[in-house]
């Protein structure tokens, strides 16, 4: 992404969320090309990035939603995705929200228990609806990715075993309130093997061919998300090869595709800006202090995760230093022995391939504001969510305050 960063900054301050819409538009054709001539939907996982303007982006080029909460669900709505293009996941999910989900009656309910399957039954019968299901059926793959973001596991919470997937979905063609009519797997996040997968829909695609043989028949075959993105120098899945391999699964199925990319599509959409405030130099290392911290982009401090950083329009002999945010904590860093010029104070760093799971990850600890957020499109910069203010973040408190 080329951006003038520091007119950016001067018009919008930092620390700050830049997102290049023309990329993740260009992100979305490209995978949307690679399923062509076959009947597929798209939709976007919201939680990698859940900007109003950035899901209405993705709405107007035809995206669906992958939500795991009732909120997401109405960003989705909000957003301007159709309800029929929304699903919803996750495996705690609440009556209340199940409830509102039937009422505003998406597309599916991905179940994730058959405890929740029940619940859901129940309060199907309430409101004298039949709900839309598929299951998410946990294949016991290993995804060979980070253990924090792998799903696909027994050990993980996720999902149900074959078996179990296989009597859920014969309880729920013979209840009343129940429609079960898609299939669900994600074994993991930032998958940069296709091996995992191909062999997830082999096995998933197995137990579709199993329940239509006792005339169950299911209509979308939901891959999930996760594939990778480059953030260092990771060779990730091509589009095509995954696209293919997926196909290749189903063959003989009349099934629609859904599939569930986040970070695909708003990764390397993204960068977050910061300003240096100070340098510190000690007998062993080098710090760079910089006004972005872990509360706006938590990547690094939970999961050692790599953002290349680079400095903005400084010269000079490159040495290593640690980034750093104001956040009273040991874990707070943006990136570890970075090779950075000597900075001053003001000059700015870009972290790069922040446009999924930065903001959305984001919190107020230490009652530090959430950053703004700017897009970037046909060569124009537009605010999408202003800056948050002590005002802010106080609001729900001020009124119980005792004298
Ligand atoms: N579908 C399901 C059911 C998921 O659990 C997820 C991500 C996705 C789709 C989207 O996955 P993606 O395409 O973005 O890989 N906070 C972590 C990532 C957690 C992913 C959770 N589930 C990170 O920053 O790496």
Redesign the pocket.
């Known amino acids: 992404m080329s951006i003038d960063t520091k007119a950016l900054v001067k018009k919008y301050g930092t620390p700050l969320y830049v997102y290049d819409f023309d990329y993740i538009e260009n992100r979305y054709t490209t995978l949307k090309e690679a399923f062509a001539g076959k009947k597929s939907m798209i939709n976007y996982?919201v939680?990698?990035n859940s900007n109003l303007s950035v899901i209405a982006h993705l709405a107007k080029l035809g995206a669906g939603a992958?939500c795991v909460s009732i909120g997401e669900v109405k960003r989705a709505l909000d957003a301007g995705i159709d309800r029929y293009k929304i699903i919803f996941?996750g495996v705690g999910k609440r009556d209340d929200e199940i409830r509102e989900a039937l009422q505003k009656d998406i597309l599916l309910l991905n179940l994730e228990s058959e405890a929740e399957m029940k619940r859901v039954e129940m309060i199907a019968k309430e409101l004298d609806k039949e709900a839309r299901i598929s299951i998410r059926v946990n294949p016991n793959i290993d995804p060979q990715t980070h253990p924090y973001?792998s799903?696909g596991l027994h050990e993980n919470k996720f999902g149900v075993e074959i078996n179990m997937a296989k009597r859920m979905y014969i309880y729920a063609n013979k209840s009343t309130h129940l429609n079960p009519v898609g299939i669900h797997f994600?074994i993991g996040?930032?998958l940069t093997k296709l091996d995992p997968i191909r062999e997830s829909c082999m096995i998933v695609a197995d137990l579709v061919r199993s329940l239509k043989a006792i005339k169950i028949d299911i209509k979308f075959f939901d891959v999930?998300?996760?594939?990778g993105v480059v953030y260092d120098k990771e060779k990730t899945i091509a589009p095509q090869a995954y696209a293919q391999a997926i196909f290749e699964s189903i063959k003989g199925l009349d099934l629609t595709l859904l599939c569930?990319?986040?970070?695909?599509m708003v990764a390397n959409a993204g960068a977050f800006l910061t300003r240096v405030l100070y340098e510190k130099v000690n007998d062993t290392k080098r710090f760079v202090i910089v006004d972005g911290a872990m509360n706006d982009l938590l990547?690094p401090s939970l999961?050692n995760?790599y953002h290349k950083i680079e400095a903005i329009g400084v010269e000079g002999e490159c040495s290593e230093a640690d980034v750093v945010g104001p956040v009273c904590e040991s874990g707070d860093f943006l990136g570890k022995a970075v090779s950075l010029p000597p900075l001053e104070h003001n000059d700015l760093l870009v972290v790069h391939s922040a446009g999924?799971?930065g903001f959305t990850?984001a919190s107020n600890y230490n009652t530090r504001p959430k950053s703004a957020e700017v897009a970037l499109q046909g060569g124009e910069d537009r605010l999408i969510r202003q800056r948050e203010s002590y005002e802010d973040q106080v609001r729900l408190e001020m009124d119980y305050l005792r004298p």
């Open positions: 996982a939680k990698a992958d996941s973001i799903t994600h996040s930032q999930g998300g996760g594939i569930e990319p986040g970070r695909y990547r999961y995760a999924a799971y990850m």
